[in-house]
């Protein structure tokens, strides 16, 4: 069992910048990869970036890259995602998930999600 809870989300104009954090529990926590991924009203859920259980492969989808780094803490049981220049397309509920195997970007393949945060930029 994992439970996730993001925070970090917020309020910011276009070209600002957020990171939001996932903090972890009730498991060894570098044993999973991690995901992002994220929902805007009326569409369905996203695909962000993914991290393997102690870093070293990474994936985004291809309108984040260069702007988004998805990174982590083992010793803090935490993974991270900083947003830069951010867009009003980027606007979503934010989520962080966690599966017991390698790197996908397939929702699916998710063993556990957290509660999401709202991101919201504004032009």
């Known amino acids: 069992q994992v439970q996730l809870v993001e925070s970090g989300g917020g309020l910011v104009q276009a070209g600002g910048s957020l990171r939001l954090s996932c903090a972890a529990s009730?498991?060894?926590?570098?044993?999973?990869?991690m995901g992002w991924f994220r929902q805007a009203p009326g569409k369905e859920r996203e695909f962000v970036a993914t991290i393997s259980s102690y870093g070293s492969n990474t994936d985004y989808v291809g309108s984040v890259k260069g702007r988004f780094t998805i990174s982590r803490d083992n010793a803090k049981n935490t993974v991270y995602l900083q947003m830069n220049s951010l867009k009003p397309e980027d606007t979503a509920v934010y989520y962080c998930?966690?599966?017991?195997?390698?790197?996908?970007?397939?929702?699916?393949?998710?063993?556990?999600w957290g509660q999401g945060t709202q991101v919201t930029v504004s032009s």
């Open positions: 998930a966690s599966r017991s195997r390698g790197t996908s970007s397939l929702s699916r393949m998710y063993d556990y």
């Open positions: 009730g498991d060894t926590f570098s044993r999973y990869a």
